[in-house]
Structure formats: C-alpha cells, structure tokens
Nanobody, 120 residues
Framework: QVQLVESGGGLVQAGGSLRLSCAAS????????MGWYRQAPGKQRELVAE???????NYADSVKGRFTISRDNAKNTVDLQMNSLRSEDTAVYYC??????????????WGQGTQVTVSS
C-alpha cells in the first residue's frame, strides 16, 4: 500500500504562486507515475501534470508554461510549482501515483486533496 500526504494548498491572489508537495510512503516496489489532478466544483477531476518514471512529463494545456512538476525519486516526493495563478485554477488538488506494489500489481493511489483558492 502507498500512503500519500499532500501539503501546500491555500488562498492566493490572481497572479500569485503556490507550491504543492506530495510525499509517498509505505510498501511498494516502484512509483511509476506521480502526478497531480484537480477537481473544481461541478466539474470532473482532470489531469494537471504528471511525471512518468522521472523521464517524461505531461501537462494539461491550460497550465503549460505556468505550472512545473518536479519529482525526487530518492525522497518519493512530487511537487507542483504553480505560477501566474488564475481564478479558474481554483480547485481541490489531488496527488496520484501509479505504483508497482510488493505483490507486483500495478495500482493507483490518491491523496486526500488540498484546496487551492485563487481570488481575483
């Protein structure tokens, strides 16, 4: 099992910055994908950014050039640096990992979510 603990959400004015952090712990063989999703009120959860095995990254078009995902494989952490925040970035942000478990299953695990509110 993988436990995820997120931190760094909060209230910020439009144009400001926030940094989200997610730390993974527990028993697993490897963390293949580490990423961030978000869900705004009344909307579906969507991918924000993901880091695949520390080799490649994917970003939602809406955050390209403003958000940066970074990963520390030694610490099993993934961060999301969010700059030039807009009101439409307001959402609950979730950390998600796809891990190879100790039983060699590929499973997905979610964090509890952290609120990001951008005031205009």
């Amino acid at each position: 099992q993988v436990q995820l603990v997120e931190s760094g959400g909060g209230l910020v004015q439009a144009g400001g910055s926030l940094r989200l952090s997610c730390a993974a712990s527990g028993s697993f063989r490897s963390l293949n994908v580490m990423g961030w999703y978000r869900q705004a009120p009344g909307k579906q959860r969507e991918l924000v950014a993901e880091n695949i095995r520390g080799i490649s990254t994917n970003y939602a078009d809406s955050v390209k050039g403003r958000f940066t995902i970074s990963r520390d494989n030694a610490k099993n952490t993934v961060d999301l640096q969010m700059n030039s925040l807009r009101s439409e970035d307001t959402a609950v942000y979730y950390c998600k990992v796809r891990a190879i478990t100790t039983t060699l299953r590929l499973d997905e695990f979610w964090g509890q979510g952290t609120q990001v509110t951008v005031s205009s």
